[in-house]
Antibody, heavy 124, light 110 residues
Framework: EVQVLESGGDSVQPGGSLRLSCAAS????????FTWVRQAPGRGLEWVAT????????YYADSVKGRFTISRDNSRNTLYLQMSSLKVEDTAIYYC?????????????????WGKGTTVSVSS | QSILTQPPSASGTPGQRVIMSCSGG????????VVWYQQLPGTAPRLLIY???QRPSGVPDRFSGSKSGTSASLAISGLQSEDEADYHC???????????FGGGTKLTVL
């Protein structure tokens, strides 16, 4: 069974840092791109970052570029999101989602399997 | 404010056919495919439709998607109470070089 499970969400102060993890099982992890998507309270979904299957290519939304770093350890079947210089507007549920291909493009941008999410709260 | 525009709410009665819209522009829906996600209350999103009208295995054929120009639609026929959820559209945006989402439509089954 394909499973994706996020962890690491917490409450932090503005300017702080946090690392999210996403453990995957039930498929060949390195064969698929993985994406972080967030949802602020009562709001819609927002793409955050994507790593290709090999981890050699990474992509970021402008809202997090320079502050967040996506990475993956294919030997541990785990995806990470290192978040720094956190802002109040980063408060959200962060979902880890499996793509349908190892690449990330206009043809393969959709998220086929989603985790249950982990909550990040940024406030003073 | 979301790049793609969806009406905030929709409703229907059991057995009815409901259509939800998603409007974009030439850099997203107008030149790329559309995806729909279903988010049941208190749960994570689930892929419902990809590449405009393709259903992943396990998604009932009551759900169908279409696209015309810079707009897309999700239709649900034979509406059921368990269809009550938020529905999010998404597309690739060539200008932003990444996916963009609509704000979501909350579907209420009366």
């Amino acid at each position: 069974e394909v499973q994706v499970l996020e962890s690491g969400g917490d409450s932090v102060q503005p300017g702080g840092s946090l690392r999210l993890s996403c453990a995957a099982s039930g498929f060949t992890f390195k064969a698929y791109a993985f994406t972080w998507v967030r949802q602020a309270p009562g709001r819609g979904l927002e793409w955050v970052a994507t790593a290709s299957g090999t981890g050699g290519s990474t992509y970021y939304a402008d809202s997090v570029k320079g502050r967040f770093t996506i990475s993956r350890d294919n030997s541990r079947n785990t995806l990470y999101l290192q978040m720094s210089s956190l802002k109040v507007e980063d408060t959200a549920i962060y979902y880890c989602a499996k793509g349908d291909s190892g690449s990330f493009s206009s043809y393969y941008f959709y998220m086929a399997v989603w985790g249950k999410g982990t909550t990040v709260s940024v406030s003073s | 404010q979301s790049i793609l525009t969806q009406p905030p709410s929709a409703s229907g009665t059991p057995g009815q056919r409901v259509i939800m819209s998603c409007s974009g522009g030439s850099s997203n829906i107008g030149s790329n495919t559309v995806v729909w996600y279903q988010q049941l209350p208190g749960t994570a999103p689930r892929l419902l439709i990809y590449r405009n009208n393709q259903r992943p295995s396990g998604v009932p054929d009551r759900f169908s998607g279409s696209k015309s120009g810079t707009s897309a639609s999700l239709a649900i026929s034979g509406l059921q109470s368990e269809d009550e959820a938020d529905y999010h559209c998404a597309g690739w945006d060539d200008s932003l070089n990444g996916p963009v989402f609509g704000g979501g439509t909350k579907l209420t089954v009366l």
